[in-house]
């Protein structure tokens, strides 16, 4: 089934059915036998009340010639362990700026203000040092383009095992732990010609399920998927969303998700921000933003989405 499918039975999804996405290939099977794909899982925030991650009126601007040019203004959005938010807007409406801000990983160039907590720290004001240990193992990374994010002139494997090796030192067995994490993405077969190839040797399925294992190699808490399905076919779209979400439920980590795809957003969020001009227009569960949209622009969105079959769009 394509990801522009996932949206006619959403309907299904949250109403709390419990019925998987659809079947993985059989070759590298991404869920245990019996067991289904829980899209209104997840776990209660940090402490049962709280939040694993707090987002207040967060501002970015760019200075480019002198001149401030604002991309990001008063940002707002809260995420608990074990749930996923989907940060979903048009290109250019401050989604992939408001996620890198959340680890200090903007250019040199940006000015950022508000408030980022996570596990009640505020992140703007840690050192760098303090940052380069969240960096990896506490928040991690999928970006756009494996091929992009990756060193052409290094095998997957040393990647891989570079950030191992940065924060936990004193692991001894790093190519063990590299295999561990291949295996859990379903690459346990081929590990071992995965850790050998470089970039460009691997299949873009591939090449994005190894970007994964090294996101959480180091067993972080919060995931940070940017746009994880670019580039790639429909089906292997699927199977690297049900990957995450399997992840997500045994690990009890919680995923900001960045798409343009509602489809994508309807299949796998438990709440949705719609992101326009740099502004979140609205913000709420995703059975609120799917089928009972207040902002005239997240009508829009959802209107726009290809369908099956013909189904009333909320006026």
Not at 82 to 99: D, Q, Y
Not at 124 to 150: D, N, V, W
Request: aromatic share 4%.
């Amino acid at each position: 089934m394509s990801v522009v499918a996932f949206l006619t039975r959403a309907k299904d999804v949250l109403g709390g059915s419990g019925e998987p996405v659809g079947s993985c290939d059989e070759e590298t099977p991404l869920l245990d036998e019996g067991k289904s794909c829980d899209f209104g899982g997840g776990g209660s925030g940090e402490d049962g009340a709280g939040h694993l991650l707090d987002v207040k009126k967060l501002r970015v601007c760019f200075r480019v010639r002198g001149k401030e040019v604002r991309a990001v203004e008063d940002v707002s959005f809260s995420l608990g362990t074990g749930k996923i938010l989907a940060l979903v807007g048009e290109s250019g409406s401050g989604k992939s700026v408001s996620a890198l801000a959340l680890a200090g990983l903007l250019s040199e160039n940006a000015v950022v203000s508000g408030e980022v907590y996570y596990r009640g720290r505020d992140v703007l004001g840690m050192s760098g040092r303090a940052l380069c240990h969240l960096r990896g193992r506490e928040i991690a990374y999928i970006f756009q383009e494996p091929c992009a994010s990756l060193n052409p002139v290094l095998t997957v494997g040393f990647q891989i095992a570079e950030s191992v090796r940065r924060h936990f030192p004193h692991v001894r067995d790093v190519k063990a732990r590299v295999a561990s994490a291949l295996g859990e993405v379903g690459l346990g077969v081929v590990w071992e010609r995965v850790v050998d190839a470089y970039p460009h040797e691997l299949s873009g399925g591939m090449l994005q399920r190894a970007m994964i294992a090294m996101a959480l190699v180091c067993e972080p808490q919060l995931l940070v998927a940017d746009e994880p399905t670019t580039a790639l076919d429909v089906t292997v779209q699927k199977r690297i969303l049900e990957l995450i979400m399997k992840l997500r439920e045994r690990r009890r980590m919680a995923v900001l998700l960045i798409t343009h795809n509602f489809g994508i957003a309807a299949a796998c969020a438990d709440e949705i921000a719609v992101m326009r001009n740099g502004r979140v227009v609205e913000k709420g569960t995703a059975r609120e933003v799917l089928f009972a949209p207040r902002d005239a622009y997240t009508r829009l969105l959802v209107a726009c989405v290809p369908r099956l079959k013909n189904r009333p769009v909320a006026q």
